[in-house]
């Protein structure tokens, strides 16, 4: 915990994005280095989403540098984002109900004899279960279809794939939102336990200021596009970090 | 252990349910009727089921990727006429027949720019494509059957000599099914219509999936009415279209693909379609009329749907009592 450019994983600098006439990301500045998870806090509408999908390669930024393992990059489109390492977890998981779960994990990096282009589906399935062993994920069956599952094993299964495709930075996009306690608590596990292997950087949008306190490093919190607060999260507390995100109703609208 | 995992494998082929069904009907007419079991017979059948499939594997494709294309119907009615045209202006007539297959592969990427390039829904800019190319079909044909070419090995491989449609329904068929179950472009379909956003943020093109399929379908369609009118040896503008077009997704359904994406099989449907044959052919050996027979296509069609939606339900909760 040197802060040695070298264990940066990504550094965005003065990105901004507008959507027509909306001011999305106005100046947004942050970093995570390898082992840590970052807290992404903010109301709705502050550009979480927006810069979520920058990261990912979805949008370009109108301004701004994005600088990945200490290089100046673009991310060109969600597939070169992810060729170089940057996995997401989206809201809606990326899951497809109908297909098995071994196939979701290697969605859109399915397995062929190559040059022949036909599945191996034998070896996902073998490296379904060892992705899933290896986390410590408990599903009873790689070839069940993924719309019998819960809600949590769901998720777990989507940050599994990231991790399985070696991603050096994560991020997650509300993983938590729509999630029973129990369910939570699976996920806060195996995030603690990514954080362990040390070689992957983290960035977790949340809602529960309890769970970001509680699982991240540090917390940012994102107002009107741009980063207002930016603190190790032994420094601050659930109270404060509320505090912060309500203050701006206090002042009736001013902003 | 036993009759739980089995009982889930056995759902996990929808296709067994219309398998039986379809035997149960093959044992009933050749009970029923004197004429069903003989060799003529049984080409006749094969002659009703072979457009069917052919087209239904590629709107199963379609259909799985939550898309519907009804105009391929008429791409069956063009398609021999696109050969003619060229034959007429001195091409070989391998070389038409390739041509007027490019021009059906070309209506199909067509369809598919429309749809996701302009967002229509592709029931609507199918159907515009649909009247569109029914009324090209009658000024470029004056509304009056052409003969088909004779003559020539390219007429006696597609669809001139005996069973050789059928064969080709045969063999598209097991082509497609495996594009559809054992290649990343089967999974990548199935992924577009089960979770498009999904399946785009994972990086899946689902516009060119989309385009593809809409190119398959067509291209097929187009070779079923070259097939078809060669076999018979009179190319018709009256041939194919709307009707032809519903036996296809007639033969989906039945065969067990969602009408909302996500699943379907391409075997399925040439079940579905061999189904619909032999019923069609054992009311005509018994005597029953036409309109009874579309009674029993609806019938089917609506059980078949309940059937489907019932079974995913059962499924589901065997499947979650299993896992739990």
């Known amino acids: ?255 | 252990m036993s009759l739980r995992p089995m009982l889930l494998g056995v759902m996990h082929v929808k296709e067994l349910s219309i398998l039986l069904v379809t035997i149960a009907a093959g044992i009933y007419f050749t009970v029923a009727s004197g004429a069903f079991n003989s060799v003529d017979n049984y080409m006749t059948i094969a002659q009703y089921v072979a457009p069917w499939s052919i087209i239904a594997a590629g709107q199963v494709m379609l259909l799985i990727c939550g898309e519907i294309d009804l105009s391929a119907g008429f791409v069956f009615t063009l398609a021999p006429f696109m050969v003619m045209q060229f034959f007429v202006n001195g091409w070989p007539l391998w070389l038409a027949l390739l041509g007027a297959v490019a021009v059906s592969t070309l209506v199909g990427v067509v369809n598919g720019l429309i749809r996701t390039v302009l967002a229509i829904p592709s029931f609507i800019t199918t159907l515009g494509m649909a009247f569109l190319l029914q009324g090209l079909v009658l000024i470029i044909s004056n509304a009056r059957p052409v003969a088909a070419p004779k003559d020539s090995w390219v007429v006696d491989v597609f669809g001139g000599a005996p069973w050789t449609e059928f064969l080709w329904a045969v063999g598209l068929v097991v082509v497609m099914q495996v594009v559809l179950s054992a290649t990343r472009f089967g999974i990548h379909t199935q992924a577009t219509g089960g979770n498009p956003v999904g399946a785009a943020e994972s990086g899946i093109a689902i516009n060119r999936v989309k385009v593809v399929n809409f190119a398959i379908t067509s291209t097929l369609a187009g070779l079923a009415g070259i097939l078809q009118g060669t076999r018979v040896g009179s190319y018709d503008p009256t041939n194919g279209g709307f009707t032809t077009m519903f036996f296809a997704v007639a033969s989906a359904v039945i065969g067990g693909t969602a009408l909302l994406g996500g699943a379907g099989t391409v075997a399925g449907a040439f079940l579905g379609a061999l189904l619909l044959g032999i019923v069609f052919d054992g009311f005509n050996l018994t005597g029953v009329s036409a309109n009874a027979f579309n009674v029993v296509l609806g019938a089917a069609i609506l059980l078949a749907m309940v059937l489907n939606v019932t079974l995913i339900v059962v499924r589901k909760r065997v499947g979650s009592r299993e896992l739990t």
């Open chain 1, 1 to 255: 915990m040197t802060g040695e450019p070298s264990t940066e994983v990504i550094r965005v600098e003065g990105v901004s994005k507008k959507f027509g006439p909306v001011t999305a990301l106005a100046d947004v500045n942050l970093h995570v280095r390898r082992g840590e998870i970052l807290g992404l806090i903010g109301d709705n509408g502050a550009g979480k989403s927006t810069l979520i999908k920058i990261l990912t390669g979805y949008h370009q930024p109108d301004g701004g540098r994005i600088l990945f393992e200490g290089e100046p990059t673009t991310l060109k489109s969600v597939v070169h984002a992810r060729s170089l390492g940057i996995e997401t977890v989206f809201q809606d998981l990326a899951m497809v109900n109908d297909l098995p779960v071994y196939l979701n994990l290697h969605l859109n990096r399915e397995l062929t004899h190559r040059p022949l282009p036909f599945l191996r589906r034998r070896e996902m399935k073998r490296r379904a279960r060892e992705a899933l062993d290896s986390i410590g994920i408990d599903i009873p069956s790689v070839t069940a279809e993924v719309g019998m599952l819960s809600g949590g094993q769901r998720q777990a299964i989507a940050v599994a794939r990231s991790v399985y495709s070696q991603a050096k930075l994560l991020l997650l996009d509300e993983p938590l939102a729509a999630m029973g306690a129990k369910e939570s608590a699976v996920i806060l596990r195996l995030l603690r336990e990514l954080k362990q292997r040390g070689d992957i950087a983290i960035i977790l949008i949340a809602h529960n200021y309890g769970q970001v306190t509680d699982v991240c490093d540090r917390v940012n919190l994102l107002q009107h596009g741009e980063i207002t607060f930016d603190r190790r999260s032994a420094d601050t507390s659930v109270a404060e970090l509320l505090e912060l995100v309500n203050a701006e109703y206090r002042l009736d609208g001013k902003h």
